[in-house]
């Protein structure tokens, strides 16, 4: 079903799974405030939709999932006025990284900039053969501004991210698989189908067990080693407390295929 009008974003749900498109193609899907001020009051929906356990989100047209920032909206911005912008698309993308449901991005065409922020801001990335990606802020005199200084390196780790951040190259979605930054490559026209059914798979998982590894794994990774995994015990145990947890494990026993309720 359509949840609500957007200008710069389609989002449909169905069968458990919401796909996001974001939809400006005559620039490239750029992010402009109204966008990121959308998409911002989107996520909050998709947060408390309870029928809705995976998300996917994509770019409109076969040219780009999105290629940055609205460079036209920042040419004149204030130091003030940019600081605020950043700040903005970071609190924005921070929420994508934190729904509840896992997030898979399909990149599609170019994520360059904040397109390639807003990658990372997903749990998974699936790319078409024809994605290309890049941080080419230092070509424009700017650094990348929406999270891509500190996602990209917990990606890829220091070296490389600094070799992109620094030169401001695009790599294509072979060089993006080899180097950590995307999952799995696709053809072009098979991308959607295979996010849809790596999104299938997780929604027929125990619903409450995957969200608890989404927030063991992100919070986790912002903890010293001993305080991750003793948040992972607590997560653990709260499994305990949920049917999914009996059915599964009441299903193995028995030699059957569970029937998870996502209680
Ligand atoms: C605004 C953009 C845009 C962008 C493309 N367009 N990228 N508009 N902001 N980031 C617009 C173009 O102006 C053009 O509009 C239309 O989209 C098609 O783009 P073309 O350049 O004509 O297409 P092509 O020649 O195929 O080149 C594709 C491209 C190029 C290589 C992706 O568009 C490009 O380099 N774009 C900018 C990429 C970039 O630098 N991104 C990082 C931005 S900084 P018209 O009206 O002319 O048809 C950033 C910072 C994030 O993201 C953090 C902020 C805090």
Redesign the pocket.
Known sequence: HVLKDYKNLLYVSEAGIGLITLNRP???N?LNSELLKELDDLLDEIARDANVKAVIVTGSGDK?FV??????E?QSLTAMAGRE??KF?QQVFNKLENLPQPVIAAVNG?A???GC?LAMACDIRLASEKAKFGQ??V??G?V???GGTQRLPRLVGKGRAKELLFTGDMIDAQEAYRIGLVNKVTPPDELISAARAMAEKIVSRAEVAVKLCKAAVNRGLDMDLASGVAYEAETFGLCFASADQKEGMAAFVEKRKPVFTGK
């Not at 290629?67 to 036209?72: C, E, L, N, Q, R």
Request: negative net charge; proline residues 7%; hydrophobic residues 50%.
């Open positions: 005559k620039a490239l750029a780009a290629a940055g920032a609205d460079i036209g920042m912008f950043g698309g170019f360059l900039g904040g922020e080419p802020e070509s424009l700017i990348p501004g929406f």
